[in-house]
């Protein structure tokens, strides 16, 4: 089987994700992030009366023609308190933002346009436009408008209106599942006592972590061995599980000791591709088994990760309904860079500012596929197309963003 180009096979593997059609009931606090399943309609009128905007008094603007007009305070009016009498001529009532506009009133007079007056009365330094200051009964929404319409993202301002329209909780679609498997007798959870010929298993906790930001619930399957049966009982508690995506780590190449792939084969897996003209990253493995789709990511940690960000973050988005964020940019070359050979080249790269606000990506001298503190370093990941010709330092390169840009802040 052929190298698959990048682009191809993230088209492939995107082809054939269909967005899992569950939704399920979360109460508001814990909705942020979310997509709604359904429409939402206001439960209520929004304000429920004619309010005021501001801090003044709320009188009849026929009384008020003629600057200096004099007008009695008959009484007080604060959100939560209506004044439950009516304005009458001549007659002003103390009121406060968000209250109701007692009855007879149509105007609110700023509490700075009026001049405070022996007696409980006031006299007008400015005379206002009709109804002005006064917010009328369903200027945000009436009771039973759709406001928010299904597939929305729920952020602040749509929580903030759900709350608004009287809903404790909405109904979302499921984030969709994602089963993590780390297979390898030489590997051990952090904290272990490792013996000689052991290594932590760390891949898992990045892999997870770019899964849940995209969107995804994470089943943790631990770690399977080099053993057929267990990498096989792992793979039926994923199907158990109702996984969406089973993602394994390291096993999926070819090797003697490498069964993730006939294991998977034997269940019934349909494979699609397993290798892409990529470095790092080539033994990328894709099938689907039943309704759940496989994902084999490589066994070295940052060759995981870059076809996690590359493969798994669109593929989860694709599948969680979700927007993904622009990791894509054009920045210069820091140092020269090689010709590239046929295979699509992903650098770890370091950013910074330049005087007039280019950015500047200068790639790390190594670039082994192992070494996890320079991934940990790096802010973003040159992409050299296949049969890339050399650069110099200065020439434009399209970078893959890992963090948000630098500021000249």
Known sequence: MSLLPVEDALERLLHSASPPDKSESVPLHEACGRVLSGDVT??????????????GYALRHEDIVELGSA????????????????????????IFTGAPVPA??????????????????IR??????????????????????????????????????????NHPVLQVYARPKVALLATGDELVPPGSALSASQIVASNGYGVAAIAREAGAEVIDLGIAGDDSNAILDAVDWARACGADVLVTL???SVGDLDLVQPVLRSAGMELDFWR??????????????????????????VSA???????????????????????????????????????????????????DGAMVATPFEKQDSSM??????????????????????????EVLLLRPPPTNR
Request: some cysteine; aromatic content about 4%; hydrophobic content about 40%.
């Open 42 to 55: 206001a439960r209520l009128t929004q304000p429920p009366f004619d309010s005021s905007a501001m801090d």
């Open 276 to 301: 892409i003209a990529m470095r790092p990253g080539k033994p990328l493995m894709v099938g689907r088994l039943g309704g759940m789709q496989i994902v084999g990511l490589p066994g070295n940690p």
């Open 104 to 121: 007879g009133a149509d105007t609110v007079l700023l509490q700075e346009d009026a001049e405070a007056l022996d007696g409980g009365r």
């Open 305 to 355: 990760m870059v076809c996690s960000l590359l493969f798994l973050d669109p593929l989860v988005r694709r599948l969680a309904r979700l927007p993904g964020p622009e990791r894509r940019a054009i920045a210069v070359a820091g140092s020269s860079l090689s010709g590239n050979d046929h295979r699509q080249d992903h650098l770890r790269a370091r950013l910074a500012l330049r005087e």
């Open 250 to 252: 390291g096993g999926a």
């Open 124 to 165: 007008t330094t400015f005379v206002p436009p009709k109804g002005r200051h006064i917010r009328p009964r369903g200027q945000d929404f009436v009771e039973g408008e759709c406001v928010l319409r299904q597939g929305e993202l729920l952020d602040a301002g749509r929580l903030t209106v759900a709350a608004a329209m």
């Open 372 to 397: 996890m503190k320079i991934f940990a370093a790096a802010d973003c990941l040159i992409v050299r197309p296949p049969f890339a010709e050399p650069a110099e330092a200065g020439d434009p390169c």
């Open 71 to 94: 007008l009695n305070v008959i009484g007080r009016a604060a959100a939560g308190h209506a004044f439950s009498g009516t304005v009458g001529t001549g007659e002003a009532v103390r």
